[in-house]
């Protein structure tokens, strides 16, 4: 009986799978960039640049990609770590911390002046190109290791406070992504971006005429991930597209699933055995079955770029040789405005933006939080990594100084965001 409790619970509460996910994934993580770290410092180094600078074709001879390993990893996998930041987006839209102005406010600002803060910071101190490129690099919050980091404080953290943290770390991916778009695009193709344009229609029709099977959007996001490819606007941008064009309403109305729900826990409680069970049964795959395709979509990409794409990820891109690296390595313009942006920008971005919000009636603070709690998430905020390190590829290009010192100052920025900011939620 607990078991299907759990699992009827389990389906019902979305923002505890989500946030179980996030802070497990976390941890694999950690793994993969100790991994990459020890890898990229041992006598294998070599071995490392070579294993991810090595061509990977995928189709036949004439019709194929060639592509080094690192770059699949960083254009293909990522597509679909961005399609499922499309999906959390649009899901935060319709039914969660952005589905209103009033609940978006809080979460926004605090956002906007996490993003508007470090990029200041780091174009103080590298106002000149190419250095400049990489200005949007302290603006990232990483949310599996942000949430990670709340997990490991329990119950000493109230549940607003973690919701108000993946708000806004949502809305940081989604600052992310625009900036992505419109500012780190090369050398454009029209003829490319006519026939994605082509393929987001047909992705938009798919969801006008009501389809709700989440493979065929699927089906249409890899051509359309192809001609972004070719037109020179990042690649990945195709899985926030798709995402955003999953149906995120669900078929039977509330009443509906509600006496369907009733009448089946009432045949499990007047049957025993075999009848019970079937009748439990039956209940799970209608919860599944009632779920919108946003959200089962969701639910089976989770795990997957959790635990799969984003260590492969970390491992492809966290190697950084340590190997003779000083004190004036990190005071570099972009290891410093970087490490600048994301420890001290943030926080302060974080909790003034916030207060600022509240002040002028905007907002109002989660409930149970108190300004402290605001400041050691601000603070928490600041761990970048993922985000901060795919951008920090694109302003850089993959394995030259100015990305190696960005990767040096990302890893450094986000270690000391998540000390500092543990210890600061940690105290009562």
């Known amino acids: 009986m607990a078991g299907r409790r759990a699992t009827f619970v389990r ?3 979305p923002f505890e799978v989500f946030f179980r996910t996030e802070a497990l994934g976390s941890t694999v993580l950690i793994l ?19 294993f991810w600078a090595a061509t990977v074709t995928v189709g036949a001879e004439n019709f194929g990609l060639s592509k080094p390993l690192i770059l699949w990893v960083n254009e293909a996998l990522m597509a679909l770590f961005f399609l499922l930041v499309g999906l959390e987006i649009k899901r935060e839209v319709v039914a969660g911390e952005l589905d209103s102005v009033k609940k978006a406010a809080g979460v926004t600002a605090a956002a906007a002046g996490g993003m508007v803060l470090p990029a200041l910071l780091f174009l103080a101190l590298a106002p000149h190109h190419p250095i400049s490129r990489g200005w949007a690099v302290p603006m990232a919050t990483d949310i599996a290791f942000a949430l990670g980091c709340l ?51 047909g992705l938009v029709l798919l969801n006008l005429f ?20 070719k037109s020179g606007i990042h690649a990945t941008i195709a899985g926030v597209v798709v995402g ?25 409680e007047k049957t025993t055995g075999a009848g019970a069970a079937l009748a439990m049964v039956t209940l799970k795959n209608k919860l599944e079955e009632w779920r919108s395709p946003l959200a089962r979509l969701e639910g089976a990409l989770h795990p997957v770029v959790a635990f799969s794409i984003m260590p492969v990820f970390a491992l492809a891109n966290a190697g950084v040789s340590l190997a003779g ?28 933006a916030t207060f600022l919000a509240v002040k002028a009636g905007l907002a109002r603070l989660p409930a149970g939080v108190s300004w402290r709690q605001i400041h050691g998430l601000g603070v928490i905020a600041g761990i970048g990594f993922t ?24 890893l450094v920025a986000s270690g000391v965001s998540a000390a500092t900011g543990l210890w600061l939620l940690a105290r009562r």
């Open 210 to 229: 009501g389809v709700r099977q989440p493979w065929w959007y699927c089906v249409l996001g890899i051509p359309l991930w192809v001609a972004l490819l």
């Open 325 to 352: 690296v000083t004190l004036a390595d990190l005071t570099r313009p972009v290891s410093l405005g970087i490490i600048l942006g994301l420890v001290v920008g943030k926080q302060i971005g974080v909790l003034g």
């Open 151 to 201: 997990r490991l404080l329990g119950q000493r953290v109230p549940t607003s406070l973690v919701v108000f943290l993946a708000g806004l770390a949502i809305v940081d991916d989604l600052g992310a992504i625009v900036v992505i778009a419109l500012f780190y695009a090369t050398d454009l193709s029209a003829g490319a971006l006519g026939v994605a344009g082509l393929f987001t229609l």
């Open 387 to 410: 985000m901060s390190l795919f951008i920090a590829g694109l302003a850089y290009g993959e394995g030259s100084p100015l990305h190696r010192q960005a990767k040096l100052g990302v």
């Open 32 to 50: 993969a960039t100790v991994v990459a770290l020890a890898w990229s410092n041992s006598p294998f180094a070599g071995f490392y640049e070579a």
């Open 11 to 13: 389906l019902l509460r």
């Open 244 to 268: 955003w064009c999953v149906p995120a309403t669900q078929r039977h109305s509330r009443a509906e699933v509600i006496a369907q729900v009733r009448e089946l826990l009432s045949l499990a």
